[in-house]
């Protein structure tokens, strides 16, 4: 194996999935240094991205068990799904639930317990994961206080190939927890493992909704509201991970109706909103050009049985290769849908195995994070 040719033998452990791969560190020091380059790291996720080989759907129970169970299956360019496997997850809190935020970036997700009291990057195809320190935040005007849990965001600074978590916290009026009159922000860096605080929110006046910062195009978008209002005067503030400058642009429905709620979501590379109204249907809206509030085009009217009290019950995962969208609706029980866009019409999807509530994002195989903490992996199940 000493005379194989290097190019060949990168472009041979490239193919391989990610947990074959590390069996590989072992072999020689040759072969441990090639896997851990960061060239070979890219060029076997890109080949990942591109092939759809090793992608998988990542399960968060949400059945109520402390610890939270995490599920895994296969979610190959067949389009179809393997079968339903338990694996370990790296915040096993007796008492607390583990909640993923966002999407997965890379093959990295970041997970948070239910009262933000640890935070985690992990990637669940090589069980390697990096705990990260939580930040402060300080009362910086009289008659305030703030929040104690932070609204989180998972993003990717490809600029300087940094992985960053963005915490966002709300300044309430003392006399009216309603009413937030400020926020604070700070943002993690993997690579310095340390928090910074950059410029609040350029919206005073607005809170940002819980589990609706999402990550797109190189910048954390939140979703915020106003919160003085009957009315739903909603609009999305988005921070540039590398210039840390912020933009604010519109979200497909107007301010003159209150009988709905939205949730913002990323759908095949685009800002996703849906539109739950309090009876019974959703609608998926998706925004064509990033920034520019007219390209909202309606992707999907989605009935739902009348079930619009949580902002996570209707999910856009993915697009299918024949332009389907894979979408976890959540009434009762969670379920995942087909839904063909031309026919407008929505077929389900028979997974064996599936907890009976659930919250899931897709992930693609990768090596990133192979120098964190290996997790001590129980039996599966």
């Known amino acids: 194996m000493s005379d194989f040719p290097p190019e060949i033998l990168f472009d041979i452990l490239s193919r391989l999935p990610p947990k074959d791969v ?45 610890p939270s169970n995490f599920f895994s299956s296969a979610f190959d360019d067949s389009e179809t799904f393997g079968p339903v496997v338990k694996i370990e997850q790296p915040l096993k809190c007796p ?66 190939h940094d992985y960053k978590i963005l915490a966002i916290v709300n300044f309430d009026r003392t006399d009216d927890a309603s009413v937030p009159v400020s926020s604070q922000v700070s943002i993690y860096s993997l690579k310095f493992n340390s928090w910074k605080r950059i410029p609040k929110l350029p919206c005073d006046g607005f809170y940002v909704q819980t589990g609706d910062v999402v990550f797109l195009n190189g910048a954390m978008s939140c979703l915020v509201r106003k919160s003085d209002s009957y009315k739903n005067r909603c609009k999305i503030v988005s921070l540039d991970l590398a210039s840390e400058k912020y933009m604010e642009f519109g979200t497909p429905v107007g301010d003159e109706d209150d009988n709905f709620m939205m949730s913002l979501k990323v759908l095949g590379g685009s800002l996703c909103i849906c539109v739950h109204e309090f009876w019974p249907k959703c609608d998926i809206w998706i925004m064509k050009e990033y920034g520019v509030t007219k390209s909202w085009t309606l992707l999907f009217p989605f009935e739902n049985g009348g079930m619009a009290y949580s902002n996570r019950y209707c999910k856009p995962l993915v697009f299918s290769k024949e332009g389907e969208m894979l979408v976890l609706v959540n009434v009762e029980r969670t379920t995942v849908f087909r839904c063909d866009l031309k026919k407008k019409r929505a077929k389900q999807v028979r997974i064996c195995g ?21 997790m001590t992996v129980g039996r599966q199940q």
């Open 95 to 160: 008492d607390d639930y583990t909640e993923i935020l966002g999407c997965s970036i890379n093959g990295v997700v970041c997970v948070h317990n239910g009262m933000r009291k640890n935070l985690a990057l992990w990637n669940p195809s090589i069980q390697k994961f990096k705990k990260i320190p939580l930040p402060t935040f300080e009362v910086e005007r009289r008659r305030s206080s703030f929040s104690a849990i932070p609204e989180y965001g998972f993003g990717y600074d490809s600029a300087n």
């Open 354 to 374: 599936l907890p009976t509530s659930f919250n899931g994002t897709i992930c693609v195989g990768s090596l990133s994070l192979l120098d964190g903490d290996l």
């Open 22 to 66: 590390i069996r590989f560190l072992c072999v020689s020091k040759a072969w441990n240094a090639l896997i851990r380059h960061h060239r070979f790291i890219e060029a076997h996720l890109q080949r990942s991205i591109q092939t759809n080989s090793f992608r998988t759907i990542l399960l968060e129970s949400e059945d109520g068990s402390r």
